[in-house]
């Protein structure tokens, strides 16, 4: 089971020879996007007017822009709105208040990005890749590879499709605001570093350069690409670092997350910590909780460990249980085996919760969606 993993690339190009998703504006700064229009022969104010639609306004269709001239709007549009995905399904459980949709992109890979709406604020968790190439043996979206890299735009486009269903009042409970950005769906976000980067500064520029979210409110997932990871830390946005770690111990976590046979559980806490150095951001350390496989009181114990070796209060771990693929020897921990993990850990100082299971009856975990109708 740990053999192939040597073998890994850190960064999981897109096969060459592809067609590349259409150029959007959201793939571009406000300066390119006022080059791209005059290098389509139409004024550079024009690019800002339509990214205050895209991104300020949240508006979709061409005739609710009735600021740009009618003659000119198609080609507007085309030029900086191209169709990027198209919705196959959409789901909603929780009465209304979780929507998964199932997109289907340009070249037909398909992704899948999960709204969640709380009492105090609007999540949406997003895809960067079109499958994944990291080959985690517990999760649907590892089993069938990495099909290729997300652009800056697709990975954009799910978050401005959900702030506008937000605002239309499309989520049960009222129109209200996205605030809050997880890129924890399909995909390592870090093994597609450059176009990842770019929707995080879209997402956070200020409007209407972007969507002007809070970098704090935006949480970049990782199973831990070491030098990524310090590459984030150096970037001086401070987003919330997520570390996929489910295992404490090189033996387990070699098979769990098969990447560790590159980067030990060691260097990637080291990693984590460096983060926390260079930002502040208390890093939230992600752990599936997999019946007998990762969830025994000693584990609890050797985790509490680890994080501690490196100093206090840096750390937020979040148990998350299972989301079980069909087949799969892989299942969800016992609720007592759960409360004890709890337990030892808050008895070693670390902070921790059990994550609320959303969506659980519409197989919200990541890649699951896709995987049926794959
Ligand atoms: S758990 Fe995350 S990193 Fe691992 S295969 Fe699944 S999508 Fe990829």
Known sequence: ??????????????????????????????????????????????????????????????????????????????????????????????????????????????????????????????????????????????QGGLQRNMSTAEIVHQVVVGARAMANGDVAGGPGRLSNVVFMGMGEPLANYRAVMGAVRRLTDPAPEGLGLSARHVTVSTVGLVPRIKQLADEGIPVTLALSLHAPDD???????????????????????????????????????????????????????????????????????????RGSKYTRSRDEDMDEFVRRLEAGGISTTIRDTRGDEIDAACGQLAAVEG
């Open 1 to 142: 089971m740990s053999d192939a993993p040597k073998t890994l690339p850190l960064v999981m190009d897109a096969p060459r020879g592809r067609a590349k998703p259409p150029r959007h504006l959201a793939d571009l700064t406000l300066a390119e996007r006022q080059d791209a229009a005059k290098a389509a022969g139409l004024q550079g104010f024009r690019a800002k007017q339509i990214s205050v639609h895209y991104f300020e306004r949240l508006v979709h269709d061409p005739e609710q822009m009735t600021d740009l001239p009618s003659a000119q709007r198609a080609e507007l549009v085309s030029t900086f709105l191209p169709d990027l995905m198209t919705s196959l399904r959409t789901q909603s459980a929780d009465a209304g208040t979780t929507v998964k949709t199932l997109w289907k992109l340009f070249d037909g890979s398909l992704v899948e990005s999960v709204l969640m709406r709380y009492s105090d604020r609007a999540t949406i968790c997003i895809s960067s890749q079109a499958g994944c190439g990291m080959a985690c043996p517990f999760c649907a979206t590892g």
């Open 251 to 325: 033996e387990l976590r070699n098979e769990l997350v098969p990447i560790n046979n590159r980067f030990s559980v060691a260097e990637t806490v080291d990693a984590a910590r460096y983060y926390f150095d260079q930002t502040g951001r208390r890093v939230s350390i992600e752990y599936a909780m997999m019946r007998d496989i990762n969830d025994q009181a000693h584990r609890a114990d050797l985790l509490a460990e680890v994080l501690n070796e490196r100093g206090r209060g840096w750390v937020h771990v979040n148990l998350i249980p299972l989301n079980e693929v």
